[in-house]
């Protein structure tokens, strides 16, 4: 079975993004750095989890949670210019991209919720 696409995109975000965070300032990056590095991970451990799950709802919509505290761990990174602008918006781009595939995962499963409740 291949992968999901939202599998690759956050597996390639995490080869892109840990490089970078370990190379996060020692006062940054055992606090912040690490902290998205646990979240990306966790982030693409529970995509492939959902993927099996029976109840896939309530775990997506935690995951859509994780990916905004993501999103603003990121901006706090330009903000104390840690990352460069380019940077930022590279994996800015990464993120919204992860973001439309998991709202569109979300939608599917209400759906099917919306239509067992109906049967």
Same mark, same amino acid.
Do not use: C
């Given at each position: 079975? /291949?992968?999901?696409?939202? &599998?690759? @995109? %956050?597996?390639?975000?995490? +080869?892109? =993004? ?9 006062? #940054?990056?055992? /606090? ?8 990306? =991970? ?11 799950? +029976?109840? *896939?709802?309530?775990?997506?919509? %935690?995951?859509?949670? *994780?990916?905004?505290?993501?999103? #603003?761990? %990121? ?9 460069? &602008?380019?940077? =930022?918006? =590279? &994996? $800015? +781009? ?8 998991? $709202?569109?995962?979300? @939608? ?5 919720? @919306? /239509?067992?409740? #109906?049967?």
């Amino acid at each position: 079975m /291949s992968d999901l696409p939202i &599998v690759q @995109k %956050t597996y390639d975000l995490i +080869k892109w =993004y840990v490089p970078i965070l370990n190379r996060l300032p020692r006062d #940054h990056r055992f /606090s912040l750095g690490e902290r998205m590095i646990a979240g990306l =991970y966790d982030l693409l451990e529970n995509l492939i989890l959902a993927r099996y799950a +029976k109840d *896939k709802l309530a775990l997506l919509e %935690t995951l859509n949670a *994780k990916l905004d505290v993501l999103r #603003h761990q %990121t901006r706090l990174l330009l903000d104390f210019q840690l990352i460069q &602008v380019e940077r =930022y918006e =590279y &994996v $800015g +781009k990464l993120m919204n991209e992860i973001g439309s595939e998991l $709202g569109g995962w979300i @939608k599917q499963q209400l759906n099917k919720v @919306k /239509s067992n409740l #109906h049967q």
